[in-house]
């Protein structure tokens, strides 16, 4: 727009962030999303700035005085799947070109297709997807609902008993069930061993919260709702609806629904008064799920395509 100021920030490339870069981004992505609403990173991506044996592409743009001023990151572990794009400019460098040249570097840097996130689907971010010629292809809803009431008294199937996840134990049992529960999911339902490890170290991680259905009788998975608890220094906390799958063979019996109303019993139990979760909106049956549980729509997280 011609009331932009002319950019001089400069754009770096580099495979390696040292930690007082990492450091810097993660601030940045903090003073994104309190603008915004919405973080600009998933969980993802965040995970692996925080890995330094991760590899990826990473961009920064600093200003003359060395702030910086954005940054995109370039996932590029899934060749066939095509390179994961995510961006954001900090909030008080914005209208000066920033976001559309991070944006061209890295689709210049991408040697596949990409696949970009828009999260909070702002106008900016449509506009910028239309000039660079890509093509909204996905939306991720994020939905909310609050914990004042308590939930539905959860009602398993016969013969179906709930107890908490045990790490080293049921490592490999859920994640075959997780695939199952998630075969035609893009992301979900390829986790490998060392995806459930580090979210297993993560500070937030609690096993109490990590529900399992299980058959009484011989034991065998057959559904969970793992849950998760944001905190933030200053801000009111937030339950999350982090994973809820089912068997495909014991869909149809209430095996969800229950699942559902026994991990927001948890997260009330924890003192939280809200809960989101996310959710495509192709898959009509579990917005319907959630929306029957009491939950509505807050952000749409938009996936665009080139290539």
């Known amino acids: ?52 044996h991760a590899p990826a592409v990473h961009l920064t743009a600093r200003a003359p005085d060395g702030a910086l001023t954005g940054y995109a990151h370039l996932d590029t572990t899934d060749p066939a799947g095509g390179v994961g794009v995510e961006l954001a400019v900090h909030p008080a460098h914005r209208r000066r070109g920033t976001g559309r040249a991070l944006a061209r570097e890295a689709l210049a840097a991408a040697t596949g297709p990409v696949r970009a996130w828009a999260h909070g689907d702002h106008p900016s971010a449509a506009a910028l997807g239309v000039d660079l010629g890509l093509t909204r292809a996905r939306v991720l809803w994020q939905l909310r609902r609050p914990l004042a009431d308590p939930p539905p ?55 109490a ?34 994973v809820l799958g089912v068997d495909p063979a014991a869909h149809g019996g209430g095996l969800g629904k229950a699942l559902t109303s026994a991990g927001l019993a948890y997260l009330r139990r924890r003192g939280l008064d809200r809960v989101m979760l996310y959710v495509d909106e192709s898959n009509t049956g579990a917005v319907a799920l959630y929306e029957r549980a009491g939950f509505a729509r807050w952000s749409a997280h938009v996936n665009y395509h080139l290539g």
């Open 153 to 207: 008294e959860p009602r398993l199937p016969d013969g179906v008993v709930l107890r908490a996840f045990v790490p080293g134990r049921d490592d490999a049992d859920w994640l075959a069930l997780n695939a199952r529960a998630f075969a035609s999911h893009p992301e979900q339902g390829r986790w490998t061993a060392d995806d459930l490890r580090v979210r297993l170290a993560e500070p937030w991680f609690d096993p």
């Open 1 to 52: 727009m011609s009331s932009a100021e002319p950019m001089t920030d400069r754009v770096t490339r580099a495979d390696l962030l040292t930690p007082g870069e990492v450091a810097d981004v993660l601030a940045l992505a903090r003073a994104a999303g309190d603008a915004d609403g919405a973080d600009p990173f998933d969980e993802h991506t965040l995970l692996r700035l925080r890995d330094p």
């Open 209 to 242: 919260g990590f529900l399992l259905a299980v058959a009484a009788d011989t034991g065998r998975l057959l559904g969970f709702h793992w849950t998760k608890v944001h905190s933030r220094p200053g801000a009111a906390g937030i339950g999350e609806v982090y």
